[in-house]
């Protein structure tokens, strides 16, 4: 780790002074500094996302996940695009400006019926901002993707280590990964990705170095979930790690990210009851309710003890609320851009230390 330190003060000397900080701190003094930054950048608002997890088809079966196509217990199902359309229509009524459409890597959701489903969404609600979050396609198809008016993507690489990246992934490596990553960029989207905390195999060295990646894919959206096993995978006996891997892993994302938006997820909801509050704690700044429909929410689980699959996305926004006033911040139900993306867009530039004394 020493040498990997001394490399990163060569080429970028305020990221090893972040590391330095987070690894000589408690988890309460890199919270409070995490917050500090947060809330320089972001204010006191959580900006609220409405999930919609549309389609668990997928063609790969990583060995975490609870969809893989390899579990045969999934009931397996697709929402029509006008399904899909309606579910946003309900988030958008409620105030809702920012819509998640999750599912899994399914090349039977294709272009054309992604079209469909941003023109009926843009019908009604034009200024909304659409997120996907669907897998590895190719880079025609995120081209298309873009024009047809999705700004964003989310492609999480889980971890930045290449050997437990091909093991997890059916072999499929970490390189690919980045490609479509750097072709998202290309097409245009604001670009999130991330990883998970707690993998069997992984480090405290992975763990930095998953952050590093973060920083220096320049991202605008950083997820980062616990590992919770799932039984029907082949990882289903591993060990559960507890929260205060994501809480610290959080803030040192946003020490090295401050402009990045990073949601407090629900998988850090379900692996501890005040998860959500302490990721938010720890400089997280958007919720994501699932607005999922109630007849096929049960059967999109990514991981076991899923939080929030009875509640109505109604009961959800009214429960965030409360959940962000605990931790003194306010939700905020605009389109969220990062502050990054905009800058970008507008070609500004900020080289400013994120972190008040560095040590
Ligand atoms: S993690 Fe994504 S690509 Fe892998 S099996 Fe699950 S849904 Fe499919």
């Known amino acids: 780790m020493e040498e990997v330190l001394e490399a990163l003060a060569r080429t970028d000397p305020e990221a090893a002074r972040i590391v330095e900080f987070y690894r000589g701190s408690d988890t309460s003094t890199l919270v409070r500094e995490a917050d500090r930054v947060c809330r320089g950048v972001h204010g006191d608002g959580v900006w609220i996302r409405g999930l919609v997890e549309f389609d668990n ?75 996907l979050s669907v897998g590895i396609r190719s ?4 081209k298309a993707l873009r024009e047809a008016g ?13 050997v437990l990246h091909r093991l997890l992934r059916g072999g ?9 990553l750097a072709d998202l960029r290309e097409a245009g989207f604001e670009v999130g990705s991330g990883y998970m905390v707690g993998l069997p195999g992984e480090t405290e060295q992975i763990r930095i170095a998953n952050a590093l990646l973060c920083r220096s894919l320049g991202l605008d959206m950083v997820g980062i ?8 995978t082949p990882l289903g006996n591993s060990f559960q790690e507890p929260i205060e891997l ?10 090295l990210l401050p402009q990045a938006n990073i949601p407090a997820t629900t ?45 109505s996305g109604l009961d959800c926004l009214r429960c965030l609320d409360v959940r962000t006033g605990l931790v003194n911040k306010v939700v905020r139900t605009g389109r969220g851009d990062s502050p990054s993306w905009t800058a970008r867009q507008e070609g500004a530039k900020t080289s400013k230390s994120p972190l008040e004394n560095p040590s």
């Open 139 to 142: 880079k025609r198809d995120y």
């Open 150 to 162: 999705a700004s964003r993507y989310l492609l999480r690489f889980e971890t930045s280590d290449p």
């Open 225 to 232: 979930g616990p590992f919770i096993p799932h039984p029907d």
């Open 57 to 131: 088809h997928c063609q790969r079966s990583c060995s975490y996940c609870g969809i893989r196509k390899d579990n045969a217990n999934v009931r397996r199902f697709r929402l029509e695009p006008a399904q899909v359309v309606e579910t946003v229509r309900e988030g958008w009524n409620a105030g809702l400006k920012s819509f998640v459409l999750q599912g899994g890597e399914d090349p039977a959701y294709s272009v054309a019926m992604f079209r469909e489903i941003l023109d009926g969404i843009f019908s009604f609600a034009p200024a909304a901002a659409v997120v």
């Open 172 to 180: 499929i490596p970490l390189s690919r990964r980045l490609r479509a």
């Open 246 to 255: 994501a809480v610290r892993a959080t803030a040192l994302v946003r020490l």
């Open 267 to 311: 998988a850090a909801g379900s692996l501890h009851k005040a998860g959500r509050e302490k990721l938010m704690a720890a400089g997280a700044n958007v919720l994501m309710p699932n607005l999922t429909p109630g007849s096929v929410r049960k059967d999109y689980l990514l991981y076991p003890g899923k939080i929030c699959l009875d509640e």
